[in-house]
């Protein structure tokens, strides 16, 4: 049976960008980055936190303006605070990461698959799956990639 996915051209970066898997800055443990319901960029941001279930470390985020240059998306760190996420790996000679496991999962379906349908031309370009890195989505690449992904799922 062939793998297809039709939703991967369809999804935004911004809907994983809630609960936040990072690294705490003060015990180095798993924290989360609560966003709250952060499923687009809005012109204001408020209500994010940092906390650590482990240390007690809690801090508040202040009111970011959209036009704030210092929002970082797509990168191995929180769009917020710029801690590291806490689901990163190397993988192909390069770093897997994702946000959370919703992320994870997202990275795993788009990858196993072996057509991926484009059906929304409007938005494929500003897609996560248009904009994964050709190392993630080569099929030479698919098993290890999904060996890492797993390793991550722990």
Known sequence: ???????????????????????????????????????QLKYDIEGVRVVCPQCGYNKNLPKVSRRNPHLTFGAPIDPFFKLPVWLQIACCDNLLWAYNPEHLEFLRQHVEAKLRERNVPEYQGRSIGARLPRWMTSAKNREEVLKCVEKLKG
């Open 1 to 39: 049976m062939e793998t297809r996915t039709k939703h991967t051209y369809h999804t935004s970066i911004y809907q994983f960008v809630r609960d936040i898997w990072v690294v705490c800055p003060n015990c180095s443990e798993q924290a989360f980055v609560r966003t709250g319901n952060f499923e």
